[in-house]
């Protein structure tokens, strides 16, 4: 029970959250701006401890993406390491080849960090077999 209102809260929360940061300057980041081509797109939430990407819809030939970090700012000012470690996933970010990457660390009130991303392509998707 409840599993459709989880989800639906779990959906409205990312998109709200990249619009937020869409529309917000971050304290360190390299987000450009999309290219008008790559009109298909899915939202994805990140474990920004792992590194672990969760897309709510898989795309093939992903062209870009875009990571977004809320990170405490309390933990900002303190944790020397943090943007060494979200270089690093990002660097090292599951990826096809030649795809655009950048992403914003945001400083939040939040007690918890958290990380979303949103992945581009220009190409009709192919309907999957399940």
């Keep these: 029970m409840g599993y459709y209102d989880s989800l639906n809260e779990v959906i409205v929360?990312?998109?709200h959250m990249t619009n937020v940061f869409n529309h917000s300057k971050p304290v360190v980041?390299?987000?450009s701006d999309p290219k008008d081509i790559c009109r298909i797109s899915t939202f994805g939430i990140l474990n920004p401890e792992t590194g672990e990407e969760?897309?709510?819809f898989s795309l093939d030939n992903v062209v870009e993406k875009r990571y977004y970090y809320?990170?405490?700012e309390e933990e900002l000012k303190t944790d020397k390491t943090l943007m060494?470690?979200?270089m690093t996933q990002v660097k090292d970010s599951p990826q096809e080849k030649d795809v655009k990457v950048s992403y914003g660390v945001f400083s939040t009130q939040y007690a918890d960090k958290y990380a979303?991303?949103?992945a581009s392509t220009s190409f009709?998707?192919?309907e999957k077999s399940s």
């Design 29 to 31: 980041g390299t987000l």
């Design 13 to 15: 929360a990312t998109i």
């Design 70 to 72: 809320a990170i405490p």
């Design 116 to 118: 979303y991303f949103i």
């Design 54 to 56: 969760s897309p709510f």
């Design 124 to 126: 009709v998707q192919n």
């Design 84 to 86: 060494n470690k979200i």
